[in-house]
């Protein structure tokens, strides 16, 4: 079962195409093997799995825009453009 698991994070993460989508396929199955190896269940797996993935997706978001400052104008509404 646990190759299985492994296998189906490995397909995931070679079908992504963003940034995003690798840093959550990635984070979502270190996620499910660490907590399935701590906590011995397959409920610590699914929770390791959640917390990964929103890690890994919001590690793959600041990928995504890489060299993009968030600016802020005279009157305080923000956006994005290239570094300085």
Known sequence: MRKLII???L????ASC???ERGT???AGTGAIIGGVVSDSWGGAAI???AGG???NLI???REREGY???RDRYGRRFEARCR
């Open 54 to 56: 929103i890690m890994g």
């Open 60 to 62: 793959g978001r600041s």
């Open 7 to 9: 296998a189906v994070g």
């Open 18 to 20: 963003t940034q995003t």
């Open 48 to 50: 390791g799995a959640v």
């Open 25 to 27: 396929a990635i984070g």
């Open 69 to 71: 400052c968030i600016y």
């Open 11 to 14: 397909i995931g993460t070679l």
